[in-house]
């Protein structure tokens, strides 16, 4: 391993006032390349200061960070009410060399607004808040500490913020110290005590830990706002999207009744980017730094951190609304202080989240997925359409969309009770068209989170999937809700035979139990194939919800159950086939009869060959060449049910050698049955009851 290459490793992550790191972190790199539209590049230090990568007129309004020194005194712009633009006074207090990824930041000590006066101290929100020494612009206030008793806190130089206009973004990281830790100039008294060094660390701000003398400071999250979510829905958003660095807390969403305010996009004023709006809405809300023409800077950090997964601070190029926002109030806090507040008008899109800030620009339209939920309850003769427009983006889309899905659901019938959902879920998605699935789920208490999990499955596919990602287009989902117990479990099953001819036909009996009722009875017929070899099988009666997981062991199979979602499924050769394959999959109300053969079929592209005759199949396996892969065979057949099925039965048939089949059927005695450890039962049978029934279990 290279030095730099062990660097890199050692600098974990960089994150907001959140995240705990889950998983290894080395194949996570690779992972988060392959499945961002475009991966993250950084800028090296040096090049990014260089004064001759700045925009001459960029040059004119702003101080480059080498001359910027300790003591200077300036002022900073932000929104503490309202739209009203205030300043507050600001001290520099050291420069910290290459302690952001190899880039500089600056220590600085603030005063003024509801900070000190209402001892607000460091506030969330601020973050982008412009600072400006000697009327040159010199970056963005932007890191913070918890539990602070004076408003001290860092900036980022505005000249590595501008690195997100540039069109040529360097592709190699910069050399950097571990955790970020740096010198400073001169040592400085806080809180009673001295601090000569300063680390940027990840991670809950509460259990941070330094040596003595090292003042630890995190990134400045900004509030992402959730209106429009009942909390244990959000509660479960934000378990899958911890490991990115995103925690949504209740807000007080957009401010509909302040669309009549001219507000203007300029430094010091508040600036919300939306990754869901309309019947729910979930908004960070930030302050602009810069502005040049219709191009921004903001927040002066990312707006989205890697969370857990190494290296990756900023998602790249984000395509989400950007808005005007109004600030409703300053929330001091002994932990940490925030502001309240929410978007106007929508007035442009954000293009990029880069590890120094955001960029986007002012007339802009962000390509947003359009999410349409259509959910009746039965038990009330209510019916509602549900709307939503989710950010495109492969880490976020799948999360967003189904938690927003589950709140329409929820909406409907948020009462904790029996209920049984018949959703049809329809995704449309560029390259494979339009995928439909319909099933049936039951939950004693939460439906919602069971009626969404078909949803989860194939958007998980699309994102994440060991081909390529597949844009989503659009997402539409409808939901039955039925207030009943509508489960039913497999008591038992029986056979006329105990033995068959290949080529016969089983007449199975299911003796299945609906929810607090009387038993019934329903048949499958399952034919056996006319060259099938004699000897001893099981066959399986069981419900669609009974069979396997759909999963892989793919690093993108593990960041996607990193993220809370549903992994796919193997044998498959393309996209399509992965969707087909599922498609393919029993349902949950469906009644399944399987036999397992004992030989192999052969699969060519994805595409299992069962049924083909014995010598083309020994030949294909001669073949000397990795195609065509071999599958185990099997004989299934399913009949669909009103009910959301559970349980498996198995029963062992005999099925006579191809040179016996002429001879007369030999009744086997009755066997003693043997119960199978999740209560299936087993034995040579035949239901007394039944027509034509032979023999007892």
């Known amino acids: ?130 600072i400006y020494i000697g009327g040159k612009l010199v970056g963005a206030f932007a890191y913070g500490q918890a539990f602070m008793k004076e408003p001290i806190g860092m900036v980022t130089p505005i000249e590595y913020m501008l690195e997100a206009w540039d069109s040529a973004l360097p592709q190699t990281p910069s050399s950097f110290s571990p955790y970020g830790t740096a010198m400073l100039e001169k040592p400085i008294p806080l809180d009673g005590k001295t601090f000569s060094r300063v680390r940027i660390e990840p991670g809950d701000p509460e259990s941070a830990s330094a040596e003595d003398g090292t003042l630890v400071l995190h990134p400045l999250s900004m509030p992402l706002a959730v209106s429009g979510m009942s909390p244990h829905i959000a509660a479960k958003l934000s378990r899958n999207l911890k490991p990115l660095g995103i925690t949504p807390v209740s807000g007080s969403g957009p401010a509909r009744d302040k669309s009549n ?9 508040a600036v919300a980017v939306s990754l869901v709006t309309g019947d729910i809405d979930m908004t960070g809300t930030g302050t602009v730094t810069y502005r040049r023409g219709n191009r921004i800077l903001a927040f002066g950090h990312p707006m989205i951190d890697g969370g857990t997964v190494e290296g990756v601070t900023g998602m790249g190029p984000l395509d989400a609304p950007i808005s005007t926002a109004y600030v409703f109030g300053v929330s001091p806090n002994v932990y940490v202080s925030s502001k309240d507040a929410g978007p106007v008008n929508v007035v442009g899109r954000l293009l990029h989240d880069r590890p120094w800030g955001i960029s986007g620009e002012v007339g802009g339209e962000a390509n947003m997925i359009p999410v349409t939920v259509h959910v009746s309850d039965k038990s009330s003769g209510r019916y509602r359409d549900f709307n939503v427009r989710v950010v495109n983006h492969p880490l976020l889309a799948p999360s967003l969309i189904v938690g927003s899905a589950a709140q329409a659901i929820y909406n409907m019938r948020g009462t904790p009770s029996d209920a049984t959902a018949a959703v049809k879920v ?13 099933n049936i789920w039951f939950d004693a208490m939460n439906i919602e989170s069971a009626a969404v999990k078909d949803l989860q499955q194939i958007l998980s596919m699309l994102q994440f999937n060991k081909f390529h990602p597949a844009g989503i287009k659009r997402v539409e989902v409808w939901a039955d809700i039925i207030p009943n117990h509508g489960t039913a479990r497999i008591e038992r099953i029986f056979i006329p035979e105990a033995k068959y001819r290949p080529g016969s036909r089983i007449d199975v009996g299911v003796v299945i139990r609906p929810f607090g009722q009387e038993p019934v009875t329903r048949r499958l017929m399952v034919g056996l194939p006319s060259n099938m070899p004699g000897g001893k099988y099981s066959l399986q009666v069981r419900a669609g919800t009974a069979q396997g997981a759909f999963q892989d062991g793919s690093a993108a199979a593990r960041l996607q159950a990193m993220l809370g979602m549903a992994q796919p499924a193997p044998a498959a050769e393309n996209l399509r086939q992965l969707l087909d394959r599922y498609l393919e999959r029993d349902k949950n109300s469906d009644l399944v009869a399987r036999i397992v053969l004992p030989g192999t ?28 892969g071999m599958d185990r065979d099997e004989i299934k057949t399913l009949v669909s049910t009103e009910w959301v099925l559970s349980g498996s039965q198995t029963l062992a048939i005999t099925v006579e050698p191809l040179d016996l089949t002429e001879k007369k059927t030999v009744k086997a005695a009755p066997a003693q049955p043997r119960q199978e450890k999740q209560g299936g039962q087993s034995g040579s049978a035949a239901d007394p009851k039944a027509p034509g029934g032979k023999m007892s279990i």
């Not at 560029?430 to 995928?435: L, R, S, Y």
């Open 426 to 438: 329809q995704v449309t998605a560029n390259e494979v068209g339009t995928i439909t699935r319909e």
């Open 261 to 269: 305010l001219n507000i203007k996009l300029e430094p010091g004023s």
């Open 601 to 628: 079929v052969p699969n060519v592209a994805g595409e299992k060959f069962s049924g083909i005759p014995p010598t083309i199949a020994e030949a294909m396996r001669s073949l000397k060449s990795t195609e065509p």
């Open 1 to 130: 391993m290279t030095e730099e290459s062990g660097a890199l490793r050692r600098r974990s992550m960089f994150l907001y006032l959140k995240g705990i790191y889950l998983m290894p972190k080395l194949y996570l790199w690779a992972v988060l390349a392959a499945v961002m539209l475009s991966s993250l590049t950084f800028a090296r230090a040096d090049e990014l200061s260089s004064a001759k990568r700045i925009d001459p007129e960029d040059l004119k309004q702003i101080m480059l960070v080498k001359d910027v020194k300790t003591g200077m005194k300036g002022y900073g712009k932000t929104v503490f009410q309202g739209t009203k633009i205030e300043t507050f006074n600001v001290e520099v207090l050291g420069i910290l060399k290459k302690a952001n990824m190899g880039t500089d930041l600056i220590l600085v000590k603030m005063s003024g607004g509801p900070m000190t006066g209402r001892g607000a101290n460091i506030i969330r929100g601020m973050s982008g808040s412009p």
